[in-house]
């Protein structure tokens, strides 16, 4: 085996239990995962259809294939991650509830956006996000912001593509040492494919109902011993099933690997991403529900001539890793992301009338640019006190963000009205639409945040049967906010410190239990940094508590059961002063307790499956407006939820994939006026391997074609779900 070769597989590496030299690290590196192994990671080769669990024992005993971010990954479980401790550590000896979904059950369900891929992971929902943004609730809480690219904050509010990830990582309950401000019901990390030194060759090209035209392509290889370089690329010009809905995105990213030496390797990646797209906003309420839903699920409400959102991203990281000779190693990444976006829209204002002939139509334009730069370092030594095994964890991130926050509010027709009024019967107006800020009510600001933070964590492995993780952060948050208009600038600075606690008893090799408590932050400017009024300047950040027990069991080598037990207190939510208006009096609260259960992996040589239960009870504890009030449910969040996906192997070439979704009714908003039903729905795939260089798939969403909502933003911006949706697509690999 070439150095170089292993040099890489020592840095991907965590078998290391003491201090090591750099010469014991090279006897323990991983070894080199064949080729075959890789392929059937996604779904292909001869082995893409039924294997032997024996197989998946051998092959798989050193974690499966190795994949970046220290992933460990067989068909559709992820074994081990770094996201969740910044270590390379198996998720059953991880106290905390991990959902990952892989590579090749994004392949096999063929999803095309990342909240839709979200359906199948216990306790998440996805939101509409203005139908301009991903956004997910996670727990009972929804954000915009807690998403994360290779543990890096991708927080801009914009819809990522899945053409270059290798994996996606959810990470329920607050998990600020890791992860920083927000993330309290949990965050959505993406793994990036690297260039790995494999010969990868492959185009995937697809198409469907409503004008879907998609391709996509992944090219790697190796250009010497110590340079490895891979370029993924996505084109994508569709319709959707919404009446005028459109969307083109195209995207490119070039990575590249240098091992210098053979302790130290540096990563280097590039993406440029555009993404332009009609947004919708739904339909509104009538008499408590979705306005006659079953016959709107592709009705306008709105103004086609003016929805626009868009999105120019330029994404530069640099990654290195170095194994010093006392046995430290150094992980670094720096990242700079520039995000050029706006969007407008117009959309129901209100609910349609008692008599079912009037509905108010408004609009507004956003601007959001943003800057970031992040900068984080960790520090990884393994060290023995006795009998006692440690992974000393000790790091600093440092970032600034930059941009600013524009709104226009729209203006109709020639008298300049801020709303119109239409015949939910015939909801499109073409008035002309003038976009204008206006004055106090519009945002019109500049902002930037700077970051400091410092961490330390322990992982303590008393004996092969209790192991103990704890570790603080600390946070400096500074954040200013400028009026454009005025010049008036509002500054709030925060120093947040997080703990975690963690323990985990493992009575079994293959079965561990564990209890943790974490606590997150978020500050005053709040989910989406932004404009920082006089209000929020001297409200103190919200809080996050969780408390959590769960087990974890490994079925089989390939196949994992896990069993999630949590209550998550959320103190601090800002309830509006009555008696001093754009101040708040910070007494709202929320309570979210639950019990999740989630299966991935091998049930047997040719089944797999993805998904799981959430039981979600989300309250209002107290109250956080005047409509919002102790013992509403949180909105968008059901009590039971279920979502299992399925895949049957047939024959050695054929495939059959199965999904359910089911959901209880949830409420539009918390203020729990308007009522979203229950539904369910079945998913199919059918897969067949043409050869050993091509594969076909169908997918096919909504088989019965239910008519159901499938999310929303507020009480009068409703999106009922897709019909039954027909895909196709061919993988060629050469």
């Known amino acids: 085996m070439p150095a170089s070769c292993l040099s890489l597989r020592i840095l991907l590496s965590s078998v290391c239990l003491s201090a090591v030299t750099l010469a014991q690290a090279q006897e323990q590196a991983a070894p080199v995962v064949p080729d075959r192994a890789a392929d059937r990671a996604i779904g292909f080769g001869p082995s893409a259809g039924a294997v032997t669990l024996d197989q ?19 068909g559709y479980l992820t074994k081990q991650t770094r996201s969740a401790t910044k270590t390379n550590t198996p998720l059953i000896d991880t106290p905390q509830s991990v959902t990952i979904v892989t590579q090749e059950q994004v392949r096999d369900q063929n999803f095309q956006n990342l909240t839709d891929q979200l359906r199948y992971v216990p306790g998440v929902i996805p939101a509409q996000g203005e139908n301009n943004r991903d956004q997910a609730i996670i727990r009972g809480q929804s954000t915009s912001a807690d998403f994360f690219v290779n543990g890096v904050r991708d927080d801009v509010q914009y819809f990522r593509d899945l053409y270059n990830i290798d994996r996606i990582e959810v990470l329920k309950g607050p998990d600020s040492l890791i992860f920083g401000r927000g993330g309290g019901g949990g965050i959505i990390n993406r793994v990036l494919k690297e260039a790995d030194g494999l010969r990868v060759r492959e185009i995937v090209a697809g198409g469907g109902q409503f004008g879907d035209k998609r391709v996509a392509v992944d090219v790697g290889d190796r250009i010497s011993d110590s340079a490895f370089f891979r370029l993924n690329g996505v084109f994508e010009d569709s319709g959707t099933y919404r009446q005028f809905g459109e969307l083109t995105r195209y995207g490119v990213n070039p990575t590249m690997t240098f091992l210098i030496d053979p302790v130290t390797t540096l990563k280097l990646s590039y993406e440029y991403f555009h993404d332009d797209r009609f947004p919708d906003r739904g339909i509104p309420s009538q008499f408590g529900r979705a306005y006659n839903y079953r016959n ?86 393994k060290f023995l006190t006795g009998d006692v095994k440690h992974t000393l964890l000790g790091g600093f991130e440092l970032g600034y963000q930059e941009g600013s926050a524009f709104r226009e509010t729209a203006f109709f027709g020639s008298n300049l009205a801020t709303s119109v009024v239409v015949n939910p019967l015939a909801p499109i107006t073409r008035l002309p639409v003038t976009f204008r800020n206006n004055g106090g009510s519009d945002a019109n600001s500049r902002y930037n945040l700077g970051v400091a933070a410092v961490y330390a964590q322990d992982q303590i492995e008393l004996n092969p049967y209790v192991q103990i993780i704890g570790g603080l952060r600390y946070d400096h948050f500074d954040f200013a906010s400028t009026d454009q208009r005025t010049f008036v600038t509002n500054a709030r600075i925060d120093d947040l410190v997080s703990p975690r606690a963690g323990l985990v008893i493992k009575p079994l090799e293959n079965l561990a239990f564990y209890g943790s408590y974490s606590v997150s932050y978020l500050p005053s400017s709040g989910d989406q940094i932004g404009t920082l009024t006089p209000g929020l300047v001297i409200a103190q950040p919200e809080r996050f508590q969780n408390l959590e027990v ?21 103190t601090n939510q800002r309830l509006a002063d009555p008696n001093n208006p754009g101040f708040f009096i910070l007494s709202g609260k929320t309570n979210t307790q639950g019990i999740e259960i989630g299966a991935n992996g091998y049930v047997t040589d040719w089944w797999q499956v993805a998904g799981g239960y959430a039981l979600t009870d989300a309250r209002i504890d107290s109250a956080t407006s005047a409509t919002i009030v102790k013992g509403n449910t949180v909105g968008l969040v059901p009590f039971n939820s279920f979502s299992l996906w399925n895949k049957f192997a047939v024959t050695k070439e054929f495939s059959i ?47 019965f074609d239910r008519r159901y909502i499938y999310t929303a933003d507020n009480n009068n911006n409703i999106t009922p779900g897709a019909p039954r949706t027909i895909r196709a697509q061919v993988i060629v690999r050469f």
């Open 296 to 381: 709107n699920i592709r009705t306008f409400f709105g103004n086609p001539d003016v929805n626009f959102t868009k999105v120019d991203a330029n994404i530069a990281t640099a990654t290195l890793d170095h194994l010093f000779e006392s046995g430290v190693q150094l992980h670094s990444q720096f990242r700079f992301a520039d995000y050029d976006r706006y969007y407008q829209n117009t959309l129901p204002g209100g609910a349609v009338n008692n008599a079912g002939t009037a509905v108010t139509i408004t609009g507004y334009r956003n601007e959001t640019p943003r800057t970031n730069y992040f900068n984080q370092n960790d520090f990884t030594y």
């Open 56 to 74: 998946l024992s051998v092959e798989g005993q050193g974690g499966g294939v190795v994949g970046p971010q220290g992933g460990i990954t067989i």
């Open 550 to 570: 769960g087990a974890k069991y490994d079925v089989n080598p390939a196949f994992q059961l896990t069993f999630a037990a949590y209550n998550l207190d959320r």
């Open 657 to 703: 994939g199965l999904g359910y979704i089911y959901q209880t009714h949830t409420y539009a908003s918390s203020d729990d006026t308007i009522r979203l039903p229950s539904y369910n729905r079945f998913d199919l795939g059918l897969f067949y391997q043409v050869n050993e260089f091509t594969r076909a798939q169908l997918n096919i969403e909504n088989i």
